[in-house]
């Protein structure tokens, strides 16, 4: 017994007619008696009466079309629901570039039907709304607090401190934080995650929200920021490495326990994508926080 064979006999049954229900079915009498006989047979009941002049319903028959039709429009509805599937991904500051295109590539092969929303989120929500609900994962950068929430690490990059071109400490190879005292860095507005502002954070100066707000505050005001050295800069501004700052970590977040299978299928998409390509991936399995 499948859909098909449920659609016939529900088509049969309410036209009362093999030639009818043929006709909408947009196909030929033959196969569609056939196809009725084949249910009844399956199910060990006749379920239509029949006559020179059309069919009616036996007992069995008027069960089975009350849980046929009921089980045709769960049916439709689901079909519509995956016809139609969304998922939201936020992310934060360059993110989504820095994630790679392998990645994309391959959930869009996975998926090619889901619909994607993304929601860029700004500095002083480092899990990009999904702790707030409003996306189902995050492309976003660590460390935040992690409650509630597990991370797939894609790859882990050193940390610099962001100079205008012209400053005397531009030309250096490295730094530690104590070269920077005295310097006037940028901050976060209030409630911004304490973890978050714990890292990126070591001074007072202007009030920035964005990555562009950051770059724009060190290059007009000569305060200094900090950066994942992958992080591409604008003319007028370079990276000195810090040596004393542990790296960055790109990751994929999502509520711990979340069922949704897309989200599922995203955040396992790493470990595939490792197996075809070893080392293209960094980090992906063993920085694994289990959901």
Partial sequence: MDL?????????????????AAARLHMTQPPLSRAVKRLEADLGAVLLHRTPTGVTLTDAGAVLYDEARALLEQAERLRARVSTATLTIGTLADSVEQAGDRLVAGFRARHPAVRIHIREADFTDPTAGLRAGLVDVALTRTPFDETGIAVRVLRTDPVGV?????????????????????????????????VWRAYWVRGDGPVVRTAQECMQAVLWNGTVGLTPLAHELPDGLTSVPLTDLPPSRLVLAWRRGDANPLVRSLVALPDSLQKKAPGRVKDAQAATTSS
């Fill in 4 to 20: 098909r064979s449920l659609r016939y006999f529900v088509a049969v049954a309410e036209e009362r007619h093999f030639g009818r």
């Fill in 162 to 194: 962001v100079l205008r071109a012209d400053d005397p400490l531009a030309g250096r190879d490295s730094l530690r934080l104590r070269d920077l005292d005295g310097r006037r860095w940028f901050r976060l507005p209030e409630g911004t995650d304490p």
